[in-house]
């Protein structure tokens, strides 16, 4: 039988010596995060320039969404997918380099929107898309990073399977989410910034279309899981994006 399968492709890994935290392993991942960042918080402030919103909230907002995300993103991830890392070490809480959760950021960075525009008294469907606008690119950016050093292998495939990829280290062919996860979100990129006509639309139907594509894929996607835990036969991320689709719906019919 002739494999079809993408090619496993090993990433170099660059150890680095850092104050306080000692030795380090650098790869593709953490670069691409940063930029994606850089690129998403630009695309923010262009965002409110086009749509007339004060450029300088862009900078405070988006600091705070990505602080208290990406602290959540490590919370979620430890406590709801390794809770025995942390019966077993509850300092792994605070060891923010040792796993994320792509949901759990965006709750933490959700609740931290939520903060900021009470305190600002923003105009919360305005505001979410600008972030919406930018989080799109910023975080396809990351999600390519996932990809580049597999820490998302999914379900066994065939080596003849549409989008397996192999063999891993362990000889096995399988899914790797992270890959099919950025080239489903390419997809929707397509779709938010050039067939969606975000200029005129009304405040909150970009984070609608955002979350209910997002939210629904999402879900389907991680029934390709390996060993995640499951909470009632679905992911974490799962039971997050029926949460996401239904915003996604309220903020479609200006119920949210």
């Not at 690129?39 to 900078?59: K, M, N, P, Q, S």
């Not at 809480?93 to 900021?116: D, N, P």
Request: charged share 15%; hydrophobic share 50%.
């Amino acid at each position: 039988m002739i494999s079809t399968a993408l090619p496993y492709v090993h990433v170099p890994v660059l150890p680095v010596e850092l104050p306080l935290l000692g030795q380090q392993t650098l790869t593709v991942f953490g670069p691409l995060v940063v930029v994606g960042v850089l690129v998403g918080t630009r695309l923010c402030r262009y965002y409110a320039t086009v749509r007339g919103l004060d450029r300088a909230v862009v900078e405070p907002l988006t600091f705070a969404v990505v602080v208290f995300g990406f602290a959540m993103a490590h919370w979620v991830s430890m406590i709801f997918y390794y809770p025995d890392r942390v019966l077993a070490h509850p300092w792994v809480l605070f060891a923010f380099t040792s796993g994320l959760s792509s949901v759990g950021g965006f709750v933490g960075g959700g609740i931290a929107f939520a903060w900021v525009c009470r305190r600002r008294r923003l105009d919360a469907r305005a505001w979410a898309d600008v972030l919406a606008f930018g989080l799109l690119a910023g975080f396809t950016i990351g999600r390519i990073g996932c990809s580049a050093v597999h820490d998302h292998p999914g379900a066994l495939a065939e080596p003849t399977a549409w989008l397996g990829v192999g063999p891993w280290p362990d000889g096995a062919y399988r899914y790797d989410l992270g890959l099919v996860e950025a080239l489903a979100l390419v997809c929707i990129c397509a779709v938010g910034y050039l067939g969606f006509d975000w200029r005129r639309a009304p405040a909150g139907r970009l984070t609608s279309v955002l979350a209910i594509a997002y939210g629904s894929g999402r879900f389907a996607l991680d029934f390709l899981r390996a060993e995640d835990l499951r909470y009632g036969g679905l992911t974490v991320a799962q039971l997050a994006c029926v949460g996401f689709v239904v915003v996604g719906l309220a903020l479609w019919r200006g119920r949210a």
